[in-house]
């Protein structure tokens, strides 16, 4: 057994990240995950957790390149769909507390990548994804430049 894997998440979660309204549009959406290279975003209304959305998201509505939309005319689609219309609603979280075992467990069961982790009164202070679970069973240090 790795004596790793009971570590608390909050000795890996990223406590620095981005994250969107829900009456943001797609199009802001996939601009925050282009630029920071990210893959889920939680989305904060008023302080508070109310989904996540992630990269498979805005793949499920990325009908627009199904219907062979130039780079415009999707951004003009995506404009029009707002966050709260595709993100998961009531996502799976865990406190800073959880160990490293029980998030792992939690993504595989859910199918998942990401997990907030929020504080008791459900605001987001950071993010686990598999990368940083990996990184905290196996104590693989961050490539340099990247935030951790």
């Known amino acids: 057994m790795n004596d790793r894997a009971e ?14 309204a ?5 199009d802001l959406v996939d601009d925050v995950m282009s630029l920071g290279r990210v893959r889920h975003l ?22 627009s390149r199904a219907l062979d939309f130039d780079r415009t005319q999707r951004r003009t689609f995506m404009r029009s769909i707002e966050v709260s219309e595709v993100m998961a609603r009531k996502p799976v979280t865990v406190s800073p507390a959880t160990p490293l075992r029980e998030a ?13 982790v929020v504080d008791e009164s ?26 951790s």
């Open 22 to 26: 829900s009456g943001e549009r797609l």
């Open 104 to 116: 792992a467990r939690l993504m595989v069961n859910h199918k998942i990548g990401c997990l907030p």
């Open 42 to 63: 939680p989305v904060v209304d008023e302080g508070r957790l109310v989904g996540v959305v992630s990269q498979r998201d805005l793949l499920a509505s990325g009908l």
């Open 122 to 147: 459900g605001r987001p202070i950071g993010l686990v994804t598999e990368t940083d679970l990996l990184r905290g069973v196996y104590d693989v240090p961050p490539p340099r430049g990247a935030a």
């Open 7 to 20: 570590l608390p998440v909050e000795t890996v979660m990223q406590t620095e990240f981005a994250s969107v």
